[in-house]
């Protein structure tokens, strides 16, 4: 009679969970915890060890940690594209149910913009959409990279530019000059003030790289030291006209503004039609309109 071995069954990979796939999205897109964190609402011990459990339940590293943050490895990348394609029917059903629901102006709205624009263009006007509308919440996050709307990371963008791809609602709110400005005392008249490396790019930045008769001499990833360093006479700084001529100290450079940019106010389509959300645009697009005419 021949004996069978018996072998013993090994158990199935566990089934990753979907809440622990959206927090290595949000890694894999923000690449720290602290930003990660911020997009989902909790603090960054909670994104540690939702990674943890996942890299546990698919028994393989997802990230490698290093001196600029996290970095998806290799066996990531089919994690999270198969992340995204759940991800993707999962918002559509949020901002359709978001649309629909009742007409109550209520709840959070997120905003994201640059620095200047929120600090001088949507700041001031909260009072006045508060008292329109009591309950409604407002977030606003400040970034330099574009935040995606589809993904619900904001509701409403403003930007600098209109969007080239995406199903996205844009308004333009204005032309927006800059100008030169300097404190009437500056010792040094070749002296300016610029953006750094990492906003290169932009027309501002390119600007200041052709005037041969200008030194960045100070330089900054935000505009609030550049101002406080423009106002003590240390250095010139090119300015949107609605940032500088709320800076009584500094005055401006006459003749034709050397650089002009277009501003936008941006919402997904399907968000076009919640009232939180369509509130709050039609007030921003009319106080940002307001803001920009005056002189």
């Not at 790019?201 to 200041?208: G, Q, V």
């Amino acid at each position: 009679m021949t004996v069978q071995k018996r072998t013993r069954a090994v158990p199935p990979p566990e089934q990753p969970d979907w809440n622990d796939l959206r927090y290595a999205l949000e890694l894999g897109r923000h690449g720290t915890l602290s930003g990660a964190a911020r997009a989902l609402g909790v603090n960054h011990a909670t994104v540690a060890r939702r990674i943890a459990a996942l890299e546990s339940s698919l028994k393989m590293t997802l990230f490698e940690r290093g001196p600029r943050g996290y970095r998806a490895t290799a066996s990531a990348a089919p994690v999270l594209a198969a992340a995204e394609q759940v991800e993707a029917p999962l918002l559509l059903l949020g901002r359709q149910s978001d649309a629909q629901h009742g007409a109550e102006v209520s709840g959070k709205v997120r905003i994201t913009a640059t620095e200047g624009v929120a600090s001088h263009l949507i700041a001031p006007g909260l009072a006045g959409l508060r008292q329109r509308w009591p309950l409604l919440e407002v977030e606003i996050l400040v970034e330099h990279r574009s935040l995606s709307l589809a993904r619900r990371e904001a509701e409403i963008a403003i930007r600098w530019a209109r969007p080239t791809k995406g199903e996205l609602f844009a308004t333009r709110l204005g032309p927006v000059p800059y100008r030169l400005y300097r404190h009437p005392r500056a010792a040094d008249q070749t002296a300016v003030a610029s953006l750094d490396e990492s906003l290169g790019d932009l027309p501002e930045s390119r600007w200041l790289d052709r005037q041969a008769g200008l030194r960045q001499v100070i330089r900054s990833n935000s505009m609030l030291p550049l101002i406080a360093a423009a106002r003590t006479g240390a250095c010139a700084i090119l300015l949107p006209e609605f940032v500088g001529r709320r800076i009584p100290e500094l005055v401006p450079e006459g003749g034709k503004p050397p650089v002009t940019r277009d501003l936008w106010l941006l919402l997904h389509r399907d968000l076009r039609k919640a009232p939180r959300v369509r509130a709050t645009a039609d007030f921003l697009i009319g106080s940002i309109r307001g803001s920009l005419a005056e002189r």
